[in-house]
């Protein structure tokens, strides 16, 4: 985290960067937020950054799952998907786990 050098447009408190890194290589979105106010702005991401949506493709084998680990994953995908909407990659594997059906257990 990091120190902006301008102020917080609200309060005109200190304002910290936020960012999130891709494999702690490459920034893959930053956002500035001041703790006296709880201001926050919104992200700018890198869209290099991210996987085309397009490309829906993956070479990893499909790793066998329960309907209820299959449940949960979906679950967990999709709460990160309303929390982080501008975050491809969320969006990419719950597009795949979607498109897989899960082994019943027996």
């Known amino acids: 985290m990091t120190?902006?050098?301008?102020?917080?447009?609200?309060?005109?408190?200190?304002l910290?960067?936020?960012?999130?890194?891709?494999?702690?290589?490459?920034?893959?979105?930053?956002?500035?937020?001041?703790?006296?106010?709880d201001w926050h702005s919104d992200p700018f991401?890198?869209?290099?950054?991210?996987?085309?949506?397009?490309n829906l493709e993956?070479?990893?084998?499909?790793?066998?799952?329960?309907?209820s680990e299959y449940d949960y994953l979906k679950d967990l995908l999709a709460g990160l998907a309303i929390e982080l909407p501008f975050n491809?990659?969320?969006?990419?594997a719950l597009i795949l786990l979607e498109r897989r059906s899960p082994i019943q257990a027996f």
């Open 45 to 54: 991401y890198y869209p290099e950054t991210q996987p085309k949506l397009e």
């Open 16 to 37: 910290t960067t936020i960012s999130s890194n891709f494999e702690g290589l490459v920034t893959d979105y930053s956002y500035w937020v001041c703790h006296s106010c």
């Open 88 to 92: 491809n990659r969320v969006q990419h």
């Open 3 to 14: 120190t902006p050098d301008r102020p917080c447009p609200t309060c005109g408190g200190e």
């Open 58 to 67: 993956t070479s990893h084998p499909d790793v066998p799952l329960t309907k």
